[in-house]
């Protein structure tokens, strides 16, 4: 899987076949614990002593301040990487609900400052910088910060703000945001005049913060001792690299064909440049990994470059996009030019294990001299009851397969052929996952049957 | 495209912090707090009748220049905007709100004339108090949220108008100075 890529994710066996958000009892206890821990510094301001209550509109705007000030802690948690989340859920969705949740906390923020200008308008002078209200200033600062910290992510490209500038900066202003909210609730008094409860809202931010220190700092450190070595890097059929690599003296890394891993390529294990790809390597080979990258931006544009014996750090695997994670009698694998990539490691690996499973790959691409690993598939797909549907955009004269996109006309005698315990498996441009998801569900293929990961990186 | 799912959760989740926000506003709001005033009862005793109420007010700047109350500069003698904005609602005109608030009239002028009690009400505004008062078997927190976000003529305001109203002029000492700006900013920066 390449950042530009969208999947959406399969939950692992061992919990159910496939996660619909808000039906599975992992995203149930996501989302509780979520509300939980947003809640939890409004709950410590209300615990006594209190000071006499004000009117109905100023307790409002202290609340929904104290949600926000929780949310913003919260959004540490939601990039931290936690497998225990991020595997049952599926990466994306926690991404996903990163971005939002950090939108939501914005409008809160603004909904927050509005509600105490509205119901008192001589609050507004506690906007004016410098004032001499330190209540005021702070909670300034922590506004402009989360709307630059907003804007930096919005509009990153329209701003040529690369993306380990944006990673770096990203992660300075969510810690400014968070440092000037609670120094605002501080300073503004009216809840954390109570020594113990402005200590214990300092140490509940300093935990969220102490994620993301971890995962810059303290987890670098650690996979000093597990770095990689780059043992080569072979060009592929369309603009494609496949990059391979060795661990330097331990096992290697075991994953789940599908999956996928952040690298950092001839950098610094603390370095901001890192960049997520799917394995593309047989599973039953953790000490030869794999990865298939298309020549797709900046990073990728250099990956023809990198030398043999380049020290390489691997952060996985992550991710729950893989057959491994449900149960199936057949697979139908559609994958969208880079999309390939996971599904060619899901391949190898049945190969590899001897699993009697039947694949189906449906591979999109412009046209066949582009399609990487093309001959490598049609090879392995030779089995009784496998098949290799090659999809062009651009057809080549004589050319007597599928042409275009994944259309219904594709999919229909697939579906038909694989009635039964069949698992579908589609990754790909976003546009083009949700096509055939849409197809697929129109041949009624249930939802619990599609597996896909949509992802989108800023 | 995003995934409608994760959408729909979200906003199922926000739906839920809304309103919890509003049912801790609306008992909050209706909520006396756990102010205790046990200890300042006593204040309260005080007769009016011990205080010369027949001595004229002598009102001074800190420039010396002495003047009626109503000629205290704009700033300290201001109007009961800021009181009635931020005081009022616990305080009310002065008097005792139950076991929620002490009464302001008497009160303020006594605390004013016990020694460095001055400088004790500038501090009090700003820095508020917090303090526990045994009552038997239990303890119950004395509060004031600090107001350190008014503005140094705001605070000197509201000392000012409490200090006047409600006959609490007629106990002031003949020599009781107003409350300016200046003095209020340098006991902030003392602080």
């Not at chain 1, 039953?284 to 470059?305: Q, V, W, Y």
């Not at chain 2, 107001?147 to 200090?163: I, P, Q, W």
Request: net charge positive; glycine share 8%.
């Amino acid at each position: 899987m390449q950042m530009f890529y969208h999947f959406t994710k399969l939950a692992p066996i061992r919990h159910t076949l496939h996660v619909q958000f808000m039906h599975s009892p992992a995203s149930r206890l996501f989302v509780g614990l979520y509300v939980v821990l947003t809640l939890a510094p409004l709950a410590i301001a209300l615990t006594p002593p209190l000071a006499p209550g004000a009117e109905l509109w100023l307790e409002f705007a202290l609340a929904i301040g104290f949600i926000a000030l929780g949310q913003l802690a919260a959004q540490f948690g939601l990039i931290a990487r936690f497998q225990q989340i991020s595997q049952p859920l599926g990466i994306d969705r926690v991404m996903q609900w990163h971005t939002q949740m950090g939108l939501v906390a914005a409008l809160i923020v603004a909904a927050h400052v509005v509600i105490l200008v509205v119901g008192q308008p001589a609050n507004l002078r506690l906007l004016v910088p410098f004032s001499g209200n330190t209540g005021g200033t702070t909670g300034l600062l922590a506004l402009l910060s989360m709307l630059l910290l907003i804007a930096l992510s919005v509009w990153r490209r329209q701003l040529k703000l690369g993306y380990e500038q944006w990673r770096v900066s990203h992660a300075l202003l969510g810690i400014a945001v968070l440092a000037f909210a609670q120094a605002h609730v501080t300073t503004a008094g009216r809840y954390a005049f109570a020594g113990w409860k402005n200590v214990a809202l300092w140490i509940w931010c300093a935990m969220f913060v102490a994620i993301i220190v971890y995962l810059r700092i303290v987890k670098p450190a650690f996979m000093l001792r597990r770095a990689w070595t780059v043992a080569e890097t072979a060009r592929e059929a369309g603009d494609t690299w496949t990059l391979v690599l060795r661990p330097d003296n331990h096992a290697g890394m075991r994953f789940a064909p599908g999956q996928f891993a952040w690298i950092k390529v001839g950098t610094s294990a603390w370095s901001a440049s890192e960049h997520p790809f799917s394995f593309s390597s047989s599973a039953t080979h953790p000490e030869r990994i794999e990865f298939a990258i298309k020549e797709l931006g900046d990073f990728t544009r250099t990956i023809g470059g990198v030398k043999a014996g380049t020290v390489t750090y691997v952060d996985g695997p992550h991710g729950s996009f893989s057959c491994d994670f449900a149960r199936a009698d057949r697979l139908v694998l559609i994958a969208g030019g880079i999309g390939i990539a996971p599904m060619l490691s899901m391949v190898r690996t049945r190969d590899e294990r001897d699993d009697a499973r039947p694949i189906t790959l449906v591979y999109a691409c412009s046209s066949i001299d582009r399609a990487a690993y093309y001959r490598e598939l049609a090879e392995r797909l030779r089995r009784p009851g496998d098949s290799l549907v090659m999809v062009l955009e651009r057809a080549h004269e004589g050319w007597v397969g599928a042409a275009g996109y994944i259309s219904r006309d594709v999919m229909a005698p697939i579906v038909a052929a694989n009635s039964g315990s069949t698992l579908y498996m589609i990754c790909g441009p976003d546009v083009m996952m949700t096509s055939v998801e849409r197809i697929l569900k129109s041949l009624s293929v249930p939802a619990n049957r599609i597996g896909m990961e949509r992802f989108n990186l800023v | 495209m995003r995934d409608i799912r994760v959408s729909a959760s979200s906003a199922a989740v926000v739906a839920i912090l809304l309103a919890v926000a509003a049912g801790v506003a609306w008992s909050r709001s209706h909520d006396s707090g756990n102010v205790i005033t046990g200890e300042l009862s006593s204040a309260d005793s005080i007769s009016p009748a011990a205080v010369d109420s027949t001595a004229p007010i002598a009102v001074t700047h800190d420039s010396g220049i002495a003047g009626n109350v109503a000629d205290v500069d704009g700033s300290a003698a201001a109007d009961s905007a800021v009181y009635n904005r931020d005081c009022r609602g616990c305080h009310g005109a002065g008097e005792a709100r139950g076991r929620r608030t002490p009464a302001l009239r008497v009160l303020a002028v006594t605390l004013l004339t016990t020694e460095g009690g001055r400088e004790y009400l500038v501090d009090f505004m700003l820095d508020g108090r917090v303090r526990a008062v045994d009552k038997g078997n239990v303890t119950y927190r004395n509060t004031h949220p600090p107001f350190d976000e008014l503005t140094n003529a705001e605070v000197a305001s509201v000392l000012n108008y409490m200090l006047t109203a409600w006959g609490n002029d007629k106990l002031l000492p003949g020599d009781w100075r107003a409350y300016t700006a200046a003095e209020v900013g340098r006991r902030r920066r003392a602080g």
